[in-house]
C-alpha cells in the first residue's frame, strides 16, 4: 500500500483530530518531517456557485485573532471569511461587495448586533438574532434578576418567539408604565452627585427598545425564507473550536491554515480537491 500523501496526512490532522507525534508514530515519520509537508500543503481556492441566498453572518474569536464568516444557511454553506484582530463593520462591508461582484445575491441577513450591521446591509432585510439578543439582555440583567422588574423583562425577552412585533410592543409599554416609578429612582452619592439605582436595568430597557425593528423580520418578510437565529454559525463555531483545541500550542499561522481547512469542508468541493492531489 502507498503510504499516504501529504494532503491526506493533513486531513487525518485536521479532521480525524490525530496529533502529530500519532500520525507520525503511525507512519514511521518524525514529528518535525510531519509538520514540514503540513506547512507545504497548498489549500484549494474556494469556488463559488453564485445564486440568491439567506445570509448568516457572525465572528469568534481563538485568543489574538478571530475569523469572520458569511454562511449560506440553507445549504450550510461558508461562502466568504476574513481573519481579523478586532470585530469592525469594514470587513462585513468588504465580504458583501465581494460577493456581490461574484454574483451572489442575499435575500435575507441574520447578524447578532454589532453597532453599524443594519446599516452594511441597507436594502436588505436584516434580521436581529434572536440568541444574540437575549444574550445581550442578560448581560445586563444576569440569568436570575433580583428585582420583579428584572423578572419580568427577561421573561419578556425569553418569550420572544411567542410574539408578533405589535403584541411585543404592547407588553413592554405595560411593563414600562408598571415600573416607571422604579426605574426613575435614584441614588445620591457624597458630593451631591447622583445616580439611577437601577442603571442596569435601564441599560436593558434601551438596549431592547434599540433591537425592536430587526427582531421581527422573519415575521414580515412573506415571500422569503429569514433565519430568526445564526444557529448555524454557532454549531459551526463551536464544531471549529473543537478541531482547534485538540492541537493547542501551534503556531497562529498554522492554526489559520487548520481553520481555513475546516471552512473550506463546508463546500464538497473541498474534499474533492484534496483527493486529487
Not at 140 to 157: E, H, I, S
Not at 216 to 234: A, D, I, S, W
Amino acid at each position: 500500500t502507498a503510504p499516504p500523501s501529504k494532503e491526506e496526512l493533513f486531513c487525518l490532522y485536521v479532521f480525524n483530530k490525530q496529533t502529530l507525534a500519532e500520525i507520525g508514530s503511525e507512519y514511521g515519520l518524525r514529528t518535525k518531517e510531519v509538520q514540514k509537508y503540513f506547512d507545504e500543503v497548498v489549500l484549494p481556492a474556494k469556488k463559488h456557485t453564485p445564486r440568491p441566498v439567506a445570509l448568516c453572518v457572525d465572528a469568534t474569536f481563538f485568543g489574538s485573532f478571530g475569523v469572520i464568516v458569511f454562511r449560506d444557511q440553507k445549504d450550510k454553506e461558508n461562502l466568504w471569511w476574513s481573519f481579523c484582530d478586532e470585530e469592525w463593520t469594514f470587513f462585513y462591508e468588504r465580504g458583501k461587495t465581494i460577493l456581490r461582484d461574484l454574483g451572489y445575491t442575499f435575500t435575507s441577513v441574520t447578524a447578532d448586533g454589532l453597532p453599524g450591521l443594519p446599516k452594511v446591509f441597507n436594502g436588505i432585510p436584516f434580521q436581529y438574532c434572536h440568541f444574540h439578543a437575549k444574550k445581550n439582555i442578560t448581560k445586563y440583567l444576569t440569568k436570575n434578576p433580583k428585582t420583579d422588574a428584572g423578572v419580568a423583562l427577561l421573561a419578556l425577552m425569553n418569550t420572544i418567539h411567542f410574539h408578533t412585533e405589535d403584541s411585543f410592543k404592547i407588553t413592554l409599554r405595560g411593563w414600562c408604565e408598571r415600573y416607571q416609578p422604579f426605574l426613575g429612582e435614584k441614588t445620591n452619592h457624597p458630593g451631591g452627585t447622583w445616580s439611577y439605582t437601577h442603571a442596569r436595568l435601564k441599560s436593558a430597557l434601551r438596549s431592547m427598545s434599540r433591537m425592536i425593528p430587526y427582531l421581527f423580520t422573519y415575521q414580515q418578510e412573506k415571500t422569503v425564507f429569514v433565519p430568526r437565529t445564526t444557529n448555524t454559525l454557532e454549531g459551526h463555531f463551536r464544531h471549529l473550536k473543537v478541531r482547534v483545541t485538540v492541537h493547542c500550542g501551534i503556531s497562529v499561522e498554522r492554526k489559520k491554515k487548520l481553520i481555513e481547512a475546516v471552512l473550506l469542508n463546508s463546500s464538497a468541493q473541498y474534499q474533492k480537491e484534496m483527493r486529487k492531489s
